[in-house]
């Protein structure tokens, strides 16, 4: 059996008016005090925790379809380095945007 991705576009600019009922929980939440907030179900994040931690570990970023003009040569090099070379060209282009970032 597939599944059919769904999308929906929102304009966060065009919301839908809140109803009373989300009003009032939004003004009771707003109330409430962060020491009556119930954590003991969610394990405290200690210093050993964020030592490991990986940035973007599950982020899968969008693809998009373009055309670029690339020096023959280059894609050539490219080429005979067996299939794949898409996704090298994404690799070296993902890998100098995040130095630049640095």
Do not use: C
């Not at 600019?13 to 969610?42: F, G, H, N």
């Not at 570990?57 to 299939?83: C, E, H």
């Amino acid at each position: 059996m597939s599944k059919k991705a769904v999308k929906h576009k929102v304009d966060l600019t065009k919301l839908p008016p809140l109803t009373e009922k989300q009003k009032a929980e939004l003004a009771a939440l707003a109330e409430r005090a962060d020491k009556d907030i119930d954590y003991s179900d969610v394990p405290p994040l200690t210093a050993e925790f964020w030592k490991n931690a990986e940035r973007g570990k599950f982020y899968k970023p969008t693809k998009t379809s373009t055309t670029i003009r690339i020096d023959s040569d280059v894609l050539a090099w490219l080429r005979s380095q067996g299939k794949g070379y898409q996704s090298r060209i994404n690799a070296i282009l993902r890998r100098e945007m995040l130095e630049s970032l640095k």
